[in-house]
């Protein structure tokens, strides 16, 4: 039986990555395999020493067990010397990669360069490293010269979204149709940049439709004011809802009243919100050059759930992923681009042919998306292949 500890940390607020990490145990647990989890005191990335040593008594002990470690990669490039001493020890250690913690929007130059320097050092003393797209796989290539392993996320069957709009016509003196719902579902930090998205709510003012920023509001109040700002300055506020976050029947009730996805976030590794939008048949408007783009062909024809993977799941730099010949499910749009964002949005809200188009596409999509064992079976392949 396979022996695995994942070490991770506990956060306060849902993310895509605790997702990923209770979905993949899940998974592994539901295929024989022996996981235990242990999360590790400490404000990673940046924890005290005393939280590193907690860290490399984890270690250790996983060794002493004959376990196989997956760590948390906000956790590994956190201490580089506690997991490069490890498998100089002789534990196998993977960092299951997320998101970069240099890649945290805000931060100081100095911090960046420091929290760079850590995660270059973490993720090349690990002996396997493994992140959800290929788009991140290259990306630390080119970073770090580092050779990663693609464990693409999976989905569960979940009910498809009704949305606001109704599959005819409305008969003549019945109520018309509710305006289109859109969603944005994340945490409201910087890295996320719901202001472009506002901002681009800003210029289609004169349409109809609803918003709904779905996320924690606290994990950076400050930066959670800046965005109600920019909604009452635009003259938002009846129309952009800041509802908080939300997870398990609370989250299913937004979803089922969604007919748009918006991620807008500067960068992403993959972005699991679209893929949880396409198994929900919602369509999404993703930030291109990211690894979201990825995550929008999820089940394309012809491409296995995600393509440009190898059998073993590696990807080869500047692997390309294929989609449908057909109309894709979204679009992807230049993150941080306000005008380019408006001009989408006008675009799906004045064009109901486009809109059917996508929607079809998702619905098409939830069919042929991977489940959480191809996930699973990909993270045992990459800790099968050690760098």
Known sequence: ???????????????GGNTFNRELVDALRAGGADVTIRAVPGEWPTAAPADRAVLAAELAAARARDETVLVDAIVAC?????????????????????????????????????????????LRAASVVICPSSAAAEDLVRRYGV???????????????????????????????APPELMALANLVPGKDQVTLVRALAQVRDLAWTARLVGATGVDPAYTAVVRGEIAAAGLTDRVTLTGAKVGAALEAEWARTDLLVLSSRSETFGLVVLEALAHGVP?????GTG??????????GAGGLSGRAPDGAVPPGRAVAT?????????????????????????????????????AARERRGRLPGWDVTAAQVLAALAQPM
């Open 292 to 301: 979201a783009v990825e995550a929008l062909a999820s089940g394309s024809v």
């Open 78 to 122: 956190g201490a580089p010397a506690e997991v490069g001493a490890a498998v100089a020890a002789g534990t196998t250690v993977a960092v299951l990669l997320h998101m970069l913690p240099s890649d945290v929007a805000g931060l100081a130059v100095a911090e960046r360069q420091r929290r760079a320097a850590a995660e270059a050092a973490a």
């Open 324 to 360: 449908d010949p057909a109309e894709p499910p979204g679009r992807a749009v230049p993150p941080g681009d306000p005008d380019a964002l408006a001009a989408t949005f006008r675009e799906w809200l004045t064009s109901p042919p486009l809109r059917d188009a996508w929607a079809a």
């Open 147 to 177: 050779r990663a392993h693609v464990a693409a996320p999976g989905t569960r069957p979940v009910p498809p979204a009704a949305g606001t709009r109704p599959p005819a016509p409305p008969a003549v003196g019945t109520r018309p149709p």
């Open 284 to 288: 999404a408007v993703v930030p291109a």
């Open 1 to 15: 039986m396979t022996r695995l500890a994942l070490v991770t940390w506990t956060a306060r607020e849902p993310s």
